[in-house]
């Protein structure tokens, strides 16, 4: 069998590039794979380390290699990209790859397992149709509009207004049928939205660490469920601040000389789960006043000398610095920190 120290794979849709060291310093060995031979070829290699971008279907292959043996590493693309000499082809990519994996430094992203993927496919199918009833609803109030037909904004409103249409005897019978035609597909998508949330609390209860989130003021079924699905290892992160910095949570930093200056967050990192702890972090700041407790009085001293924006944003980072250490511990939130007055 062919003895290697570190590969790597630079994946495509039918065509993989290969890259890999049989020794350091050694000529690198380079060639074109096809998609259905991937696993054949590394089945004629020893267990070695394999590093990978990760991206689409890195996760797939990943759990394919290290049923084989062998140890797989996930990066970053942000990452590989300092690595990646003059020009642009698949072969550069690979060696670039492979160059940043033996870096000491270099962050690696955890291999997630079929489950995971398959909850954050929920979450992202969920938040495809909110976007599309969301289209379609304002799609509606547009063409009413044109109409005549105007009703207060809101969700809750739209009801009223198919209502208004269907009974508005001047609107053209044309217009009536489209109407028709709208609310029916509003009303598959509000079905489709409901059976997604009934599937996504299936697995939530299914889920330990998803269950131990959910006991977070501020944090529901669905932060839970996506919060332990995308870190299904919380150990890479050293600490809940690095956790809050992959979400985009953590202030910009302009620092210089010794001089520390921080601005607003950097919004990197993964912008669904920041979006939900921000709305989550604004549900608490309504009903904290008749809370008591440290958190209670932590949020209480922030209100009183910043916007309530700005506190939100602070709260949702606290919040994912409690989630990171309720994962890494498996402790449950310490309920005596935060209960009603």
Request: charge should be positive; include cysteine; hydrophobic fraction near 45%.
């Amino acid at each position: 069998m062919k003895k290697f120290i570190r590969t790597a794979v630079d994946l495509g849709k039918n065509y993989f590039q290969f890259h890999g060291l049989a020794g350091e310093g050694g000529a690198p060995v380079s060639r074109k794979l096809k998609r259905s031979k991937v696993l054949e070829f590394y089945a004629q290699i020893e267990p070695c380390r394999v590093g990978m971008e990760a991206c689409g279907s890195a996760h797939h292959w990943a759990r394919e290699l290290i049923a084989m043996g062998h140890e797989v590493v996930l990066i970053p693309p942000a990452y590989i990209k300092p690595y990646v000499k003059r020009g642009k082809n698949d072969a550069v990519d690979a060696a670039a790859i492979c160059e940043a994996m033996a870096h000491p430094d270099m962050r690696f992203v955890p291999v997630k397992s079929a489950d995971d993927q398959a909850v954050l496919m929920l979450h992202k199918s969920r938040e495809l149709l909110i976007k599309q009833r969301t289209m379609s609803v304002n799609a509606l109030r547009g063409h009413l509009a044109e109409f005549g037909l105007v009703v207060a904004k809101g969700i809750g409103r739209v009801d009223e207004l198919l209502a208004l249409a269907q009974a508005d005897a001047r609107l053209p019978q044309i217009a009536k049928a489209t109407v028709t035609e709208l609310a029916q597909h509003l009303e598959g998508l509000d079905q489709s939205i409901d059976a997604i949330d009934d599937d996504i609390a299936r697995a939530h209860r299914k889920n330990p660490k998803s269950c131990l989130i959910d006991q977070v003021p501020g944090i529901g079924t669905l932060i839970a469920s996506v919060v332990a699905a995308s870190a299904p290892d919380p150990g890479v992160f050293k600490s809940g601040r690095d956790f809050a910095a992959w979400l985009g949570l953590t202030p910009r930093q302009h620092s210089s000389g010794g001089k520390e200056k921080l601005g607003a967050i950097t919004k990197q990192g993964n912008r669904y789960i920041r979006k939900m702890l921000v709305v989550g972090a604004t549900s608490v700041l309504r009903v904290v006043g008749k809370r008591k407790g440290a958190l209670a009085d932590w949020i209480n001293a922030l209100r009183a000398r910043k916007p309530e924006r700005l506190a939100a944003v602070a709260l949702a980072n606290k919040l994912a610095r409690i989630c990171w250490a309720i994962m890494t511990t498996g402790e449950s939130f310490r309920t005596e920190t935060y209960v009603k007055a």
